[in-house]
């Protein structure tokens, strides 16, 4: 593919800004100026932690879910698995004051943790709030169920831009 075809499924994508690999790698090092501490503790902050809620992804779904961890790039420590139907916790919140971003998989989901009435089709698209004791600032995006995503690889393109809503989300926060 030629790079005109790229920036053209990039943007598509609703990606406008990117940086070939090739020319990360010419670039030459920064010199630090931070401690390692002090480094790890602005890339995680930066980076921020994204809950996840919804019904616990098992076989195919557990699958894709491992690959979307991966594209994100995230560590084990920048995310977690939460059950909706459990009662929040303020105690949860990260005592670093890391950013947090939550994501609900499917309309039930969404629906407990907003509030909200509407179905999916309704909620997607949208920055809602965890509506919970201690959680009112807790930005919310609610995307499609994993199975969902497997039954109908359509929905992924959508799903797609709920990550990347939620990813910018996190990093405006």
């Not at 390692?36 to 809620?53: D, H």
């Not at 961890?69 to 004051?97: T, Y």
Request: proline share 6%; charged share 20%.
């Amino acid at each position: 593919m030629n790079t005109s075809t790229n920036s053209t499924f990039l943007k598509e994508m609703g990606i406008t800004e990117w940086t070939s690999r090739d020319a990360i790698s010419d670039q030459p090092q920064a010199v630090a100026t931070m401690s390692p501490v002090a480094e790890e503790t602005q890339e995680r902050r930066s980076l921020g932690i994204w809950w996840f809620f919804g019904n616990k992804p098992q076989g195919d779904a557990e699958v894709l879910f491992q690959n979307i961890i991966r594209v994100l790039g995230l560590s084990a420590h920048e995310w977690s698995w939460k059950n909706p139907a459990e009662v929040f916790n303020p105690e949860l919140l990260p005592s670093d004051g890391s950013p947090i971003v939550a994501i609900a998989f499917g309309g039930s989901a969404a629906q407990k943790l907003s509030g909200e009435r509407d179905g999916l089709p309704e909620l997607r698209e949208t920055v809602l709030a965890i509506n919970a004791d201690g959680a009112e600032d807790l930005p919310l995006i609610a995307t499609f169920e994993l199975n969902q995503l497997i039954a109908r690889p359509k929905d992924k393109a959508l799903f797609w831009q709920d990550l990347l809503l939620a990813k910018s989300v996190l990093q405006n926060i």
